[in-house]
């Protein structure tokens, strides 16, 4: 079974802090998501990446940013935490082989930012 | 670029109905379709998906759902709903020509004994 982790379930932070969230997947998979889900708003995708050392912005890349040094790890990075990213934070991978994957998550961080 | 609408923010059915959670999108070119299911403090499920062929995908936990491409839905249904199904529900819709997915407001279903 394909399995996609995350390094906290839940992180409390200060607003201007520097957030750290890890994701590692064991599956080999080349593509890596990172979405925030909240109420009523669903999952949005904020940056994602096609392979080691490439990434590319989704729908709300601001405020964020990403690091993929190594295939199985994708790290969302928030510069200087606000109180709006308070937020679940969902990690996913898919393969880029034939036919179409769907995306494995992992069980997400809940951030609180105070 | 793609997106997906759930119209309904909560379902509620009794136990043993037949449950619909409804879902339209808009992308352009052929859609790949998705439902994924989130019980509570976890992440997400994937349930089914639509590539092409056959309009009725069967998928996990006797889950169903039926694409229609002139009206753009991608509804999910079940013939007999359990008490365990109730869960918050997502749509998701990827263009043919990209690998990121865009996922609907979600459907929180309630099954009720």
């Known amino acids: 079974d394909v399995k996609v982790t995350q390094s906290s379930r839940y992180l409390v932070k200060r607003t201007g802090e520097k957030v750290f969230l890890e994701c590692v997947q064991d599956?080999?998979?080349?593509?890596m998501f990172w979405y925030r889900q909240d109420p009523g708003l669903g999952l949005r995708l904020i940056y994602f990446?096609?392979?080691?050392?490439?990434?590319e912005k989704g729908d709300i890349p601001e405020g964020y940013s990403v690091s993929r040094e190594k295939k199985e790890r994708f790290s969302l990075i928030l510069e200087s935490a606000s109180t709006n990213q308070t937020s679940m934070y969902l990690c996913?991978?898919?393969?880029?082989?034939?036919?179409?994957?769907?995306?494995?998550f992992g069980p997400g961080t809940r951030l609180t930012v105070l | 670029a793609q997106s997906v609408a759930q119209p309904e923010d909560q379902v509620n059915v009794a136990e043993g109905n037949p449950l619909t959670v409804k879902c339209t999108y808009s992308?352009?070119?052929?859609?790949?379709l998705f439902w994924y299911v989130q019980y509570p403090n976890r992440g997400l499920q994937f349930l089914l998906k639509?590539?092409?062929?056959?309009?009725l995908v069967k998928g996990s936990y006797g889950f169903e759902a039926e694409f229609n491409k002139s009206q753009t839905s991608f509804h999910l249904k079940k013939p007999s709903a359990l008490v365990s199904d109730s869960a918050l529900y997502f749509c998701?819709?990827?263009?043919?020509?990209?690998?990121?997915?865009?996922f609907g407001a979600g459907t929180r279903l309630t099954v009720k004994p």
């Open positions: 996913a991978s898919s393969f880029s082989g034939q036919g179409v994957p769907e995306q494995f």
């Open positions: 599956m080999d998979h080349e593509n």
């Open positions: 990446s096609y392979d080691v050392k490439m990434k």
């Open positions: 992308v352009s070119g052929n859609p790949y």
């Open positions: 639509y590539i092409t062929g056959d309009n």
């Open positions: 998701a819709v990827r263009a043919y020509n990209n690998n990121d997915m865009r």
